[in-house]
């Protein structure tokens, strides 16, 4: 007689191991998770504490809107030129994104890139595009910027075409230091050269005199200044640093950063990855992360853009804000629907299926 093996047949050993490695990827699943819960609790819970200390801030503060220094005049009258990386592709998203937003808020505002635009104001630099050649567009740009707007400007800023700036936080910043002393400003990574040197993803301002000895001090002189690669940051990091144009500091009195390379999230929500290495120290990510009078923040898409405007400078909260006297934001009449038909009817849900197909019927 022959005898046919059940192919579906298992032995009780096999169940017993397939049933082991389940219960083990459940359990791994389920610590994974606790981890990820605490992990998150205990955030939520820095965040908290962190709001708390604000409120009591708060209360002890002055109105800045009545503050009339010495310091905040001049830092309405400096005259800054913003100039912006970016590429052909990204004109008509980051590019204009910028220009409608914080840009507006330069003196100036040109952005970087080989071919014109009808619609933005360009420079355009002779270099080949590409990571590999972001130190050649660099300073090829800042010959030019130093050929024809030495004597117009008082601070340059370079940024690329994903970063926020809060325009008003920068002038405040930049009026701390005098004009006659060549100043180097941004997120100080601490790695590659003596005095580090700056993100070029946060953004990095330097002075008509700084301008004046890099263009004069290092790329006039033969051999002095990298002139071509792909690290640009840190090619001019390193000329500044050899022809004596220092960095200074950009962390408030709270010890809080005011440029951030990695973006909002990353500060705000922690950084996970070696990238923490090359920042300058002490550096705290979480809801301590951030200056109250922070200045950058790179990664921004071009939504995001138009969303922080709108939350920064079109929402106001009241009691912190001034609000018109004359006339009321709200009104206390009854809501009236407008234009509404006579033989309009509420549509009543009847059944609502939610877990899977959300299917309703309505009379």
């Known amino acids: 007689m022959i005898h046919f ?9 096999t169940v017993t191991a397939i049933l082991a490695v389940f219960i083990l990827i459940v359990f791994i699943f389920l610590v994974i998770r606790q981890k990820e819960n605490a992990k998150s609790a205990k955030f939520l819970e820095n965040v908290k ?17 009545n503050e009339k220094s010495y310091l905040e005049e001049k830092a309405k009258r400096l005259r800054i030129l913003c100039y912006t990386m970016t590429v052909p592709a990204n004109l008509r998203t980051k590019a204009i994104a910028v220009n409608n937003t914080w840009g507006a808020r330069c003196t100036k505002l040109v952005f970087v890139t080989p071919e014109p635009s009808s619609s933005l104001h360009t420079m355009q630099v002779d270099v080949q595009e590409g990571r590999g050649h972001l130190t050649d567009k660099t300073v090829k740009t800042l010959i030019a910027l130093y050929k024809t707007y030495k004597n117009d400007f008082d601070w340059f800023y370079k940024c690329d075409d994903d970063v926020y700036i809060i ?7 930049l009026a701390q230091h005098d004009s006659y002393v060549p100043v180097y400003l941004g997120h100080q990574f ?8 700056l993100s070029g993803g946060a953004g990095y301002a330097i002075n008509r005199k700084a301008l004046e000895m890099i263009n004069v001090n290092g790329f006039q002189v033969s051999d002095k200044c990298q002139i071509s690669g792909k690290d640009e940051d840190l090619d001019i990091g390193k000329c500044f640093e050899k022809i004596g144009v220092k960095v200074y500091s950009t962390v408030d009195a709270f010890g809080r950063q005011a440029f951030h390379p990695f973006g909002f999230q990353k500060a705000f929500f922690g950084h996970e990855g070696g990238e923490t290495y090359y920042v300058s120290r002490p550096y705290e990510t979480g809801p301590n992360c951030c200056s109250e009078f922070t200045v950058s923040f790179h990664y921004v898409t071009p939504e995001e853009m138009y969303l922080m405007e709108f939350l920064l400078y079109h929402t106001k909260i009241y009691g912190r804000h001034f609000a018109p006297k004359k006339n009321k934001i709200f009104s206390n009449k009854e809501a009236v629907i407008p234009n509404k038909a006579a033989n309009e009817v509420l549509l009543i849900p009847k059944f609502i299926w939610h877990h899977l197909y959300r299917y309703s019927r309505f009379e």
């Not at 093996?5 to 050993?13: A, E, G, I, L, V």
């Open 49 to 65: 504490n962190f709001l708390m200390k604000i409120v009591k801030e708060d209360k002890k503060c002055t109105d800045l809107h």
């Open 5 to 13: 093996k059940n192919p579906f047949r298992t032995n009780r050993s």
């Open 190 to 197: 601490r790695v590659m050269t003596k005095q580090g040197y």
């Open 167 to 173: 325009m008003e936080n920068l002038r405040h910043l």
